[in-house]
């Protein structure tokens, strides 16, 4: 690279001999009202920086002495125009490529905070497409890295939507909404979420969940993957309450441990099956009744079949109190949606719908879904899968009507629902408990009651629980 020169310190330049840079950052300079009045009160305070030459329609640059493109003072140069000056105190810089002008305006405006984020995409993908890499770039324009990706990422969304957004006042994008949009790894899902959200907080849950769903899916083809090579045979999922098998393994996809063959490549045998759905992979082993003369297999027999004795007693306990709160749960959401409870002030509605909706960013897995589930408790007779009929829009627009904290209750008493606090070896879950805990310590703003043997239930006391060290 040229070593960069100055001309000379300063000099004026006629404004007409002056060319805005046709990849400066900053496409929209803004009003330029108050600059303008400030100059014609006090003359222009900062020297431009310009360099000889100019580039033509066709993108050459053209080198003279006689004319002259601006690196910085892009706005100074049109608001003196406003103000009338027909010159301007400029600093002229020799030998300045097209990357460092670039690096120039692009250090100049983001530091200023003047660029859109459309914009930063733009000129960092510029200057990648001009041959220059992340280290370089850090290095010329003096950002860290991560930012320099994070602006990279966001070039690869459909641009035209993406400067749509920015120029909807009413939409309010930030640089945090398309950085959630980064955990997506397909580029095509990115685009859709960004042209299908609503609002700044839509497109990041929006985000959120597809991120989820995405890593939910890659875990869940692993373990299918390798458990077809494994020779392991697939089952059906009515097998995980059959009588005639028995679990030896499960886990659950939607936490946060990478896949790790290791766990199971002791436990694949001939006898073994595999079911995954519903964010678990599970592996199951048919139980064998063969008869046996010895007497140490016959007292083996008989253990495990006292062990499974107490197991299905004990699981008929936890049922016992698990199935009336689900539906106690239901009734009583029902009873607040409806209006039969009488409702904390607004601003405990304010705090109770912030702290619903943050448990539900954290718990719902499947978005998609959302709406159904809501319609569905609204309306249980109609059916979700046909759009058309005039009950669904009727019991679509009664779900989209209700107010956000009846919604969240909705589908988070629906989640509860779900929760097995039980584990299939019969310890204590104490995720889906602690998340059903926190639930109902919302509820109690409604004056829900849980009874003595709720609680056991859910804080894991209950003598129906395995104990993990047994």
Known sequence: MSEVKKHRQTCN????????????PRKDLGDLTELTDSIKKNGIMQN????????????????????YTVIIGHRRLEAAKAAGLTEVPCRIYENLPENDQIATMLEENMQRNDLTVYEQAQSFQLMLDLGETVDTLSEKTGFAKSTIYHRLNIAKLDQEYLKELEEDDSFQLTLNDLIELEKIEDIEKRDKILKEARSSNDLRFKAQQAAKEEKL???????????????????EQSMKWSGRYEKIFEQDLRKDKEFDPEEVEDLITDNTYYVINYGYVTLLEEKTNEADDDDDDDEEESEREKERKEKEACKRKYEAVRDPLKEKTYDFVRAIVEEKLKNPDKEDIADI?????????????????????????????????????????????????LPQYKILLILLQDEVYECNFRN???????????????FYYILERWDWNTQAEEMELLNGTADYYKRRDE
């Open 13 to 24: 330049l006629s404004v007409r001999s002056l060319h805005p840079h046709p990849k400066n």
């Open 48 to 67: 431009l920086t310009v360099i000889p030459g100019f580039y033509k329609m066709d993108g050459k640059f053209f080198n003279t002495d006689q004319e």
């Open 353 to 401: 719908t912030e702290t619903l909706f943050k448990l539900f960013l954290e718990e719902y897995d499947s978005y998609s879904c959302a709406l159904d589930d809501v319609i569905e408790f609204v309306d249980p007779d109609v059916d979700t899968r046909d759009e058309l009929t005039e009950e669904y829009k009727k019991a679509h627009d009664k779900a989209l009507s």
């Open 217 to 235: 899916n890659k875990k869940e083809k692993q373990w299918r993957e390798y458990l077809e090579a494994s020779l392991a045979d697939e089952g």
């Open 424 to 438: 299939w070896d019969g310890t204590y879950n104490e995720r889906a408990a602690g998340f059903a805990q926190r």
